[in-house]
């Protein structure tokens, strides 16, 4: 199993990026995905998943209204559409897969799949 996260990037405050997460090696129609970040000398930080029917979404309150998560079955591609960004926002994001329903993900102990962080840099 591999999770391929790109996407990430520098980009002045305000801006938008958006991040793909490709998964491969089985199918995942029934797992949720999603995002988790973590800054320099900081906790990782869950930020959003989506359900396996795409209908179920949760996110981190510092990101809610700003961050939409959507994924695409027949590809097995989670995407994270980051508007409004701001400095504090800078961290490296993970993709993670795990067969427990978005508001379960907690801090992430547990998930069934990680994938390579991508780093995402908001310059103020």
């Known amino acids: 199993v591999q999770l391929q996260a790109s996407g990430g990037g520098l980009v002045q405050a305000g801006g938008s990026l958006r991040l793909s997460c490709a998964a491969s090696?089985?199918?995942?129609?029934?797992?949720?995905l999603g995002w988790f970040r973590q800054a320099p000398g900081k906790e990782r930080e869950f930020v959003a998943a989506?359900?396996?029917?795409?209908?179920?979404?949760y996110y981190a309150d510092s990101v809610k209204g700003r961050f939409t998560i959507s994924r695409d079955s027949a590809q097995n591609t989670v995407y994270l559409q980051m508007n409004s960004l701001k400095p504090e926002d800078t961290a490296v994001y993970y993709c993670?897969?795990?067969?427990?329903?978005?508001?379960?993900w907690g801090k992430g102990y547990g998930m069934d799949y990680w994938g390579k962080g991508t780093q995402v840099t908001v310059s103020s």
């Open positions: 993670a897969v795990d067969n427990k329903p978005p508001g379960r």
């Open positions: 989506v359900g396996w029917r795409s209908d179920s979404t």
């Open positions: 090696g089985r199918n995942f129609n029934s797992y949720s």
